[in-house]
């Protein structure tokens, strides 16, 4: 199993900008953000497979980008124009196979960092 630790998640006011890290135990072929609002269920907000080209739910296309350093071990969001519907306390994920954005039977999972826009 791959460990995954998250950071940088934090309070931001609309319009404002965060990056999240996530830095893992093992390279994996793919990995993955995912957020959790209160209420509501797990959505998949980006994936990224190793060497290909990364997708994004629909949500945050255009607004967020995700990106691995594999020498560091370390996944990152970029997150831009930040809006209230943001906030949420978001989580990474690693597995051998990458999956549809909307499934989250990812075999390996962080403990989450918060991210409050406001």
């Known amino acids: 199993h791959v460990q995954l630790v998250e950071s940088g998640g934090g309070s931001v006011q609309p319009g404002g900008s965060l990056r999240l890290s996530c830095v893992y135990s093992?390279?994996?072929?793919?990995m993955a953000w995912f957020r959790q609002a209160p209420g509501k269920e797990r959505e998949g907000v980006a994936v990224?497979?190793?060497?290909?080209?990364?997708y994004y739910g629909d949500s945050v296309k255009g607004r967020f980008t995700i990106s691995r350093d594999n020498a560091k071990n370390t996944l990152y969001l970029q997150m831009n124009s930040l809006n209230p519907e943001d906030t949420a306390m978001y989580y990474c994920?690693?597995?051998?196979?990458?999956?549809?954005?909307?499934?989250?039977?990812?075999?390996?999972w962080g403990q989450g960092t918060q991210v409050t826009v406001s």
């Open positions: 093992v390279s994996v072929y793919c």
């Open positions: 990224i497979p190793t060497g290909s080209a990364a």
């Open positions: 994920a690693a597995d051998r196979v990458c999956r549809p954005i909307w499934d989250e039977s990812w075999q390996d």
